[in-house]
Structure formats: C-alpha cells, structure tokens
C-alpha cells in the first residue's frame, strides 16, 4: 500500500497521519472515490475527478484542487506496477472543532493505492428493508457516511451474499452498498434512473455508452423477478447474480456476458492519468 497526504508520500503508510479532530473522522464530513488500476494505470480518472468535485461541491467542500489530487496519484502510483489495484481518493472537511460545524483549515487530501483482488464471475444479493432517500441531502453523492452500507452488507454476509440491494422510498429499485443495478426483463436491460436516488457511477455511465439500457424506475420485485441480473462497478466491473435472496437466477446469462464483453474491448480506451 501506497499512501499520499496534502502533498507528502508517507515513508510508513500505516504510520498515524489524520489528526482526530479531523471533520471526516469526527462526523463523516468527506467524499470519496475508488478507481480501478491495470498494469500501473488508472482506469478513467478523468470521469473520477470530475464526480469527486461534485460531490464535493454538493457537501459544501470548497477549495477542492483536482490538479494536486492528480499529483497525489502520480506519486502513489510510482514505483512497482500494480497489475490489478485501486485508488481510494479521500476528501474531508479537515481539521475542525468536535461537533457538526467546519473550521477555517483547508481541506484533508488522501490518495492510497493497494492492491484488489479480480472480482468472482457471479455473486449473491439480498434485499435490505432499509430505504434510501431519494430527496435527502446527501442523495447522488458520494461521500464516507457509509454506516447505512455497513449494515446492509453485514446482513447481506449473513445470509451468504456479498452484496445488499436497496429499494427508495417510492417503493422502487434505487442502487446496491457500492454498486448499480441492472436487469433484464424479455430481452430488455433495465438500470434505475439517477432520480432514484441513485449513485451515477462511473462503471453505471459506461455500460450505458458501450452497451446500453433503459433507463427506468420500477418496484424493486420486478428486477428481482427479471430473467437476469448484474451489478456493475469499480471494483467488480460487469457481474452476474446467481442468487438474489432466495431465488436462484442463471448467471453470467446471455445478456450478462455480452455486456462483460462490451466492457473488456473498451476498458483499455481509459486508462492512464490524463484519460
């Protein structure tokens, strides 16, 4: 593991470097993004940094400079290639009084690189009873108030799957702890659309442009009933459900596997830093 903080390459990156005043830690005040690295490169940084300040703009982060996040990559990235790793690119409030309100220091600046595992072909998924916010303040954007995932995904290992699918509050399919959704009903690929509340995930807005779908917002039952399923992200590219809570599904289908293979001829198009 490699790891960047406000400028500086840790010599020890386990060593302590966030002071515990910072806001990130004391009340979740951040944002984040995870990028994919092949054979050293990252995979659509662009696309990254771009959600990264959005997110940042829409949780009221100000002073954001994505030049000095991409000097962060560049230094973690240096040295030995990773042949299959990711990014964890980190942006907090910084260093404030204990309580919900900012102080007047800049922003925390974090970019590690480790590596990752390639992700299994299929997996299994649950439903959680716990709605999304399709209207809260937070909706669409990706920050590190993650204990709602945390639960999920431990009620989800529970019962054998790696992955816990929400519903939102109008009833509809909204998004996985970390991933999009998309299914297949008589021929047709489906994926909510972003007003449900939904994360506009880098990998979701790729397989729309190389693959396609329909952009829908449906009860959570009908992609639970669909004739395939498969759940997009950074960290698992284009995988098929096997299983969504007790109901086994065929997979990687038909449709599944020509989506993966739409992915592996184009993931090569954005990689590295300036892509």
């Given at each position: ?14 060593a302590?470097?966030?002071?515990v005043t910072?806001h990130?830690l ?11 690295v092949?054979d050293?490169?990252?995979f ?14 829409g ?5 954001l400079?994505l ?6 990559v ?11 790793g ?6 907090t409030?910084?260093n404030?009084?204990l309580?919900?309100?900012r ?12 590596p ?14 716990w709605?999304?916010?399709e ?11 993650y ?19 929400f519903?939102?509050?109008?009833g ?7 991933t999009?959704v998309?299914?297949v ?11 449900s509340?939904c ?9 729309l442009e190389w693959?396609?779908a ?6 959570t ?6 004739d395939e ?23 990687p289908g038909?449709?599944?596997?020509q ?7 184009r993931?090569?198009?954005?990689l590295g830093?300036?892509?």
């Amino acid at each position: 593991m490699r790891v960047w903080i406000n400028g500086q390459v840790l010599s020890d990156p386990t060593a302590p470097a966030v002071p515990v005043t910072d806001h990130g830690l004391t009340v979740g005040d951040a944002v984040f993004e995870a990028v994919k690295v092949v054979d050293g490169q990252p995979f659509a940084l662009r696309r990254h940094l771009d959600r990264l300040a959005r997110s940042a703009g829409g949780l009221g982060l100000a002073g954001l400079d994505l030049d000095d996040v991409r000097r962060g990559v560049a230094a973690v990235l240096d040295g030995d290639p990773l042949p299959l790793g990711r990014l964890r690119i980190t942006v907090t409030g910084g260093n404030a009084p204990l309580g919900s309100g900012r102080g007047e220091d800049p922003l925390t600046v974090i970019v590690v690189a480790a590596p990752m595992p390639p992700a299994p072909e299929t997996t299994a998924v649950i439903t959680v009873p716990w709605p999304r916010n399709e209207r809260g303040a937070l909706a669409g954007l990706k920050t590190t108030s993650y204990a709602e995932n945390v639960v999920a995904l431990a009620a989800a290992r529970e019962k054998g799957a790696s992955e816990a699918v929400f519903g939102n509050l109008a009833g509809n399919l909204c998004e996985g702890t970390g991933t999009n959704v998309f299914y297949v009903v008589d021929g047709e690929v489906r994926t909510p659309t972003l007003a449900s509340g939904c994360l506009a995930g880098v990998t979701r807005a790729l397989v729309l442009e190389w693959f396609g779908a329909k952009e829908v917002d449906e009860p959570t039952a009908v992609a639970a009933a669909a004739d395939e399923v498969f759940l997009v992200s950074t960290t698992r590219d284009v995988q098929g459900v096997h299983r969504w809570d007790d109901r086994e599904l065929p997979a990687p289908g038909p449709v599944t596997q020509q989506a993966a293979a739409a992915w592996r001829e184009r993931e090569a198009e954005l990689l590295g830093l300036d892509r």
